[in-house]
């Protein structure tokens, strides 16, 4: 069996509670995609309650997240096939939080799910996970899940210190400082699984 990841249920034989308030990053990029897949198919259970959570960070600011080419994604993206091939046609021309609205919708039909944008409460490097941070705490929200961006050390991004930052300040941000769960998944390829991240548990490894 597979290490446990505490999801915010108490462990793995305890017995049902309460629905809890899972609150996924939208984000127009195939890093928020491969989240909301791990989410709806490894953490949301019977009963839960979804929020999908946009900032609108100002173009080209950091934490602004990959644009995209398109509304949709393309006809072969993760959330294209997580709607089925009669959403494809939809997935191409609809908003993003709409999709991924319907694509939470279609995977669990009994959920209620809630998408929401919302402005920045700050400025700086960190605005993005502030805001986050600051509407997960202000909703009650039991677990909160991200897309890891990886940046390529090829970029040559430095910290403060002059340490090579190839990684997602966002997730790492809201790993630290949520009193929630907060789990950071990235996507390793097609068919290969995920790389999840949480406060105690670091590069854990779980196959599709």
């Not at 909301?36 to 979804?50: P, Q, T």
């Not at 959330?79 to 959403?87: E, M, Q, V």
């Not at 944008?117 to 996970?129: L, Q």
Request: aromatic residues 4%; charged residues 20%.
């Amino acid at each position: 069996m597979a290490p446990f990841i505490d999801l915010g249920r108490g462990g793995p034989t305890a017995a049902p509670g309460k629905p809890r308030l899972v609150m996924i990053i939208a984000d127009p990029g195939r890093e928020s995609t491969a989240a909301m897949e791990w989410a709806l198919s490894h953490a949301v259970a019977e009963g839960d309650a979804i929020l999908l959570l946009h900032v609108n960070m100002p173009p080209n600011s950091a934490g602004a997240g990959p644009s995209r080419t398109g509304s949709g994604g393309s006809a072969g993206s993760p959330l294209t096939a997580l709607l089925g091939a009669g959403g494809a046609g939809a997935a191409a021309d609809a908003d993003f939080m709409e999709t991924m609205s319907a694509a939470c919708k279609a995977r669990h039909p009994r959920a209620r799910v809630r998408a929401l944008r919302v402005e920045p409460a700050t400025e700086g490097r960190e605005a993005k996970a502030q805001t986050i941070l600051a509407e997960s705490q202000r909703r009650g929200v039991e677990l909160l899940v991200i897309g890891h961006r990886r940046v390529s050390s090829f970029l040559g991004l430095r910290s403060p210190s002059g340490s090579s930052r190839a990684h997602d300040s966002t997730a790492e941000f809201l790993i630290e400082h949520s009193k929630c769960v907060c789990v950071s998944v990235q996507k390793k390829g097609q068919n290969a699984g995920y790389l999840l991240n949480t406060k105690t548990h670091k590069n854990f490894w779980l196959l599709a």
